[in-house]
């Protein structure tokens, strides 16, 4: 299983990017996806995932503002981050989830940085 995310960048708060995730070595339509997140001195997050059916889950501190999608034709999954905050400042990370939804497998992660 490989993940490769990319997207990442410095970007001033209020502004936007789009995180991408394709996926290989894996029958990617059938497989839940998640997008995690650690924060310098912090604990890896949960930021978003999605469904093999497309149904979303969202953390708190983002609902409103973030995006999560697929396209099962490309083996690709996408976050859609809108009025960024500095705290959104971490490294991203794809991954590949298990039947309950806890992480199996993880990309090599995409930094994000918020300037204010």
Do not use: H
Request: charged fraction near 15%; proline fraction near 3%.
């Amino acid at each position: 299983v490989q993940l490769q995310a990319s997207g990442g960048g410095l970007v001033q708060a209020g502004g936007s990017l789009r995180l991408s995730c394709t996926a290989s070595g894996i029958i990617f339509r059938f497989n839940a996806m998640g997008w995690y997140r650690q924060a310098p001195g912090k604990q890896r997050e949960l930021v978003a995932d999605i469904t093999s059916g497309g149904s979303t889950n969202y953390a708190d501190s983002v609902k409103g503002r973030f995006t999560i999608s697929r396209d099962n034709a490309k083996n690709t999954m996408y976050l859609q981050m809108n009025s960024l905050k500095p705290e959104d400042t971490a490294v991203y990370y794809c991954s590949l989830l298990s039947s309950i939804r806890s992480p199996r497998y993880w990309g090599q992660g995409t930094l994000v940085t918020v300037s204010s």
